[in-house]
């Protein structure tokens, strides 16, 4: 195994022929739960994972003031919830609008559109505190009163050393025929027994919760954050169905959207809504039936807005991976400055860390490195000229501005290689191919719906509908 590409195959096959997904302990399908914790490990103890993310907490962002205070203590108060038609679970990061108010791009257009009662229930920030938002349907979860109430019920009992090893450990070592070690083996039980420990207070506090506000669905983003799985437990037992709202392509490439076969899995989602009509749904554990393209109702706002400029900005998107950071310095070097500009955009996990992790691809006068929770991504594409990346969903998000794209060639582009067989991009292999793919001055491809459909937010509340009419029909037989 040499790439992700092919690695993940692999573990698919493995947990199919473990039948993983049926493991239990303390009685409770796990699997799941730990999964995408032990790929990404096995990626870093196999030398296949060349990521340098690191995912940093950006703390002090914002200061509230005593209107905000009250806002959260009042209005936004979990105590004093009635029953609305949906319940909405934004991501928790968040970008600051020209109001000064916090908002998910993925779910904020949404909220503001949706005919039937809602709620947004948020969780605290990547900030580490609640986002002053503008929305009257936000209400603030708090799960600590449900957490302290589990702890004086009973103690949490630490998972036994031999049943992980004999479900958990045994099985991978055997297959993948590598021995594992110690520090390893303690690093995802700890995982383990955490998400299990909080397992027990998240069933306690969605069950209140649901039983509040009683929704007739459900619609999160990132579905396969822990909490959004029990989310999806204790809604399956009550019957009532979710949905995930798409925040990047689904590849073959990314384990939470790939699974060995069709199955049923209560911590998975019932539908998705994606963003085009070509996603890649194969491996799924879910029907293609209960895949429905919408759109992504933030793109559609925007519009290419190319100001007068001499220069050509070229915009290199990173994901983490140095040959991304090696690329931009390179090319810096041989352009001129009265040219090019060269924009370096940070994912918003590399907005602490990057001076750590890319500082020495980065420390060129000719780079400008941006990166704010103020600005999306949605700023910069529509002033860039070209975009360069690998696998990033922005790739085929710079397909709306009418951008020139460029893919550098790697084991991940596979994921986005569609660009360039639709003719909306092109495959380079380093600066020097990067610097003649511009100068030849080639004309891409006007995108289709193939990769995001049109009048999003009208097919999201026509598929809200449908699914509503569907399980009222399905309870009333």
């Known amino acids: ?23 239990k302990i303390k009685n409770i399908k796990i699997w799941l739960y730990i999964r995408f914790n032990i790929y990404s490990s096995m990626l870093a103890i196999l030398n296949i994972d060349n990521s340098l993310m690191k995912s940093d907490i950006l703390q002090g962002e914002y200061k509230k003031g005593i ?7 009042v209005f936004c108060n979990q105590n004093l919830i009635v029953h609305r038609d949906v319940l909405i679970v934004p991501h928790e990061r968040k970008y600051k609008s020209s109001e000064g108010y916090y908002r998910c791009i993925y779910t904020d257009l949404i909220d503001s559109a949706l005919r039937q009662s809602h709620y947004v229930l948020d969780s605290k920030s990547i900030f580490g505190d609640y986002t002053p938002q503008k929305s009257k349907n936000i209400i603030y979860a708090n799960t600590n009163r449900f957490e302290k109430k589990e702890n004086r019920k009973r103690p949490y009992k630490k998972t036994t050393i031999n049943e992980f ?14 021995s594992l070690s110690k520090e390893t083996k ?5 995982i383990l027994d955490n998400l299990l420990y909080r397992r027990r207070y998240l069933t306690s506090y969605y069950t209140h919760i649901l039983n509040r506000i009683r929704p007739q669905v459900i619609m999160m983003v990132v579905a396969y954050s822990f909490d959004r799985m029990i989310l999806c437990e204790i809604a399956k ?59 992504f109702p933030e793109l559609e706002k925007y519009t290419k807005q190319k100001k007068e400029q001499k220069k050509k900005q070229i915009l290199f998107i990173s994901q983490g991976q140095m040959e991304i950071a090696q690329i931009a310095k ?18 918003p996990k590399e907005y602490v860390s990057w001076k750590r992790d890319l ?11 941006v990166g704010d929770f103020n600005h999306t991504i949605y700023d910069y594409l529509a002033q860039a000229d070209w975009v360069v990346g690998i696998y990033s969903t922005v790739l085929y998000e710079a397909t709306a ?31 020097e191919d990067l610097k003649k793919a511009i100068e030849t001055k080639r004309e891409m491809n006007t995108p289709s719906e193939e990769f995001f459909v049109k009048n999003s937010l009208y097919n999201i509340q026509d598929c809200i509908d449908h699914i509503i009419t569907y399980y009222s029909r399905k309870r009333r037989k």
């Open 67 to 73: 209107k905000e205070k009250l806002k959260e203590k």
């Open 237 to 295: 037992k009550r019957g009532i169905p979710t949905v995930e709202i798409m925040h990047g392509v689904m590849t073959r490439g990314y384990l939470p959207y790939c699974f060995p076969e069709k199955m049923k899995i209560k911590s998975f989602p019932d539908f998705i809504f994606t963003f085009g009509k070509n996603e890649y749904t194969e491996k799924l554990p879910i029907s293609n039936r209960r895949v429905f393209p919408v759109g």
């Open 1 to 23: 195994m040499n790439d992700e590409k092919e690695f993940i195959d692999y573990f698919l096959k493995f947990e199919k022929d473990n039948n993983m997904f049926e493991k």
């Open 165 to 178: 090893e004999e479900k958990i450990i045994k099985p991978l070592e055997k297959f993948f025929e590598i």
């Open 186 to 190: 303690k690093s995802w039980k700890d």
């Open 401 to 431: 501005f009418y951008t020139n794209i460029a893919l550098l060639e790697s084991p991940m582009s596979i994921n986005v290689k569609k660009l360039v067989e639709n003719g909306c991009a092109v495959m380079i292999n380093g600066a």
């Open 359 to 369: 500082w020495k691809y980065l420390n060129s006068t000719n780079i400008k490195v």
């Open 330 to 347: 390179k090319f810096s070097e041989i352009i001129s400055d009265d040219e090019y500009d060269v924009i370096y955009k940070l994912h």
